[in-house]
C-alpha cells in the first residue's frame, strides 16, 4: 500500500529528498504522514498532508527545513529534507490515514510503509 525510499548517509547540512509510493485506496480521501523513530526513541510525526485542499503540518523539530508535498497524479508523496542534523538520523515511514486533518495518533494511520533510513553523520 505505501513504499518508502530515498533514504541515505548524508552530512550535517545535507539534503534529501524521501518519496513515498502509494497504491490501493483513495488518495484524495486520506492524509499521508511522514513518521521517524531513531534508536531508543518514540515513533513521532514530522509532517503531514491532507488529501483534497493539501493542507500540510509540520513537527517543530523539523518547521522551516523540511518540506511535504504530493502529486496527485502519481499517488506520489515527498518530504523534502534540508539542512539537515545529526539529530534528525532515524528510520523514516510514510503512513496514511482516512480524513483531511493532521493526526499524531499512530494507531490512526491505517498503512504503514516499510520504513527508509535516514543517516546523518560527518
Known amino acids: 500500500q505505501l513504499q518508502a525510499s530515498g533514504g541515505g548517509l548524508v552530512q550535517p547540512g545535507g539534503s534529501l529528498r524521501l518519496s513515498c509510493a502509494t497504491s490501493?485506496?483513495?488518495?484524495?480521501?486520506?492524509?499521508i504522514g511522514w513518521w521517524r523513530q531513531a534508536p531508543g526513541k518514540e515513533r513521532e510525526v514530522i509532517s503531514c498532508?491532507?488529501?483534497?485542499?493539501?493542507?500540510?503540518y509540520y513537527a517543530d523539530s523539523v518547521k522551516g527545513r523540511f518540506a511535504i508535498s504530493k502529486d496527485n497524479a502519481k499517488n506520489m508523496v515527498y518530504l523534502q529534507m534540508n539542512s539537515l542534523k545529526v539529530e534528525d538520523s532515524a528510520v523514516y515511514y510514510c503512513?496514511?490515514?482516512?480524513?483531511?486533518?493532521?493526526?499524531?495518533?499512530?494507531?490512526?494511520?491505517?498503512?504503514w510503509g516499510q520504513g527508509t533510513l535516514v543517516t546523518v553523520s560527518s
Open positions: 498532508i491532507v488529501g483534497g485542499d493539501g493542507r500540510t
Open positions: 490501493g485506496f483513495a488518495f484524495d480521501e486520506y492524509a
Open positions: 503512513a496514511a490515514h482516512r480524513g483531511s486533518y493532521y493526526s499524531r495518533d499512530a494507531p490512526s494511520y491505517m498503512y
